[in-house]
């Protein structure tokens, strides 16, 4: 995957909220969670931005002054604009995510549109003057940073709450269950994780837990404190495009 120059990457840094900054094809956001493994962000961020339109790349980084940010490179102005108004201040593992048009360009617009200039002379200038740093920021990586994020799922519900457990023609229930507080949902494309779910349901009160069924691709429940919490979830959610798939939330049988 190609790289944000690092003058540039190290500007975008600095970046204010004003409207001085033109409006291009990547947006950048700024207070992710700094535990999340960049692999696994990368992933939810495909999945929540992939809505608005085609992701040419994703660049996030784990050099200590890029963690809790990442930069998204859609193919259009269009798709980018759309995103970052309709996600701004969306809460993404706990916290609000900032958006807002990037300063810089990424390596595979800049060969597209011909303005690419290589990064290996500039790199040997600026060496010397960012050996210090540089390894300032490895003494502070060495002495430990926030572990990893933990989470935990329970077991898996019983089978007897899965419509239609042969998996034949469809996974709607043909009467609907009664309002409770576990959530079915269907549709969801197979790169859909525990993680990505939780991020998104845990933002509505009385989250308890995911639970996803390997042999089942595709389902996953949600339960929440009692019925009036799910409900809340089910209404904020339903719908929800990951990876262009939405959401199909109903109660799950009990």
Do not use: C
């Amino acid at each position: 995957m190609a790289l944000l120059e690092q003058k540039n990457v190290a500007d975008v840094n600095n970046v204010s909220t004003g409207t001085e900054i033109p409006s291009n094809v990547t947006i950048y956001i700024n207070n992710l969670n700094e535990k999340i493994k960049i692999d696994e962000l990368k992933k939810s961020l495909h999945a929540v931005f992939s809505q608005f339109g085609k992701i040419l790349e994703i660049l996030a980084f784990k050099t200590l002054k890029h963690k809790g940010q990442a930069w998204v490179v859609f193919e259009d102005v269009k798709s980018a604009t759309n995103a970052m108004r309709q996600m701004q201040s969306f809460p993404f593992y706990d916290k609000p995510m900032r958006i807002q048009y990037a300063k810089a360009k990424s390596d595979i617009i800049a060969k597209a549109d011909g303005t690419f200039v290589p990064r290996e002379k500039r790199k040997k200038h600026e060496e010397k003057g960012k050996k210090k740093k540089e390894q300032h920021d490895a003494n502070q990586v060495g002495m430990g940073l926030a572990s990893g994020y933990a989470s935990a799922y329970g077991a898996t519900p019983p089978l007897s709450q899965i419509p239609y457990p042969g998996g034949a023609k469809s996974m709607v229930p043909e009467v609907p269950a009664p309002p409770n507080n576990i959530l079915f949902i269907q549709n969801l494309p197979s790169e859909t994780t525990p993680m990505m779910l939780q991020m998104l349901f845990q933002q509505y009160p009385g989250f308890k837990e995911v639970r996803m069924v390997e042999t089942k691709p595709g389902i996953a429940f949600i339960e929440y404190g009692d019925d009036m919490q799910s409900t809340g979830a089910m209404h904020g959610l339903q719908g929800f495009k990951i990876q262009q798939n939405s959401m199909l939330i109903t109660y799950a049988k009990k």
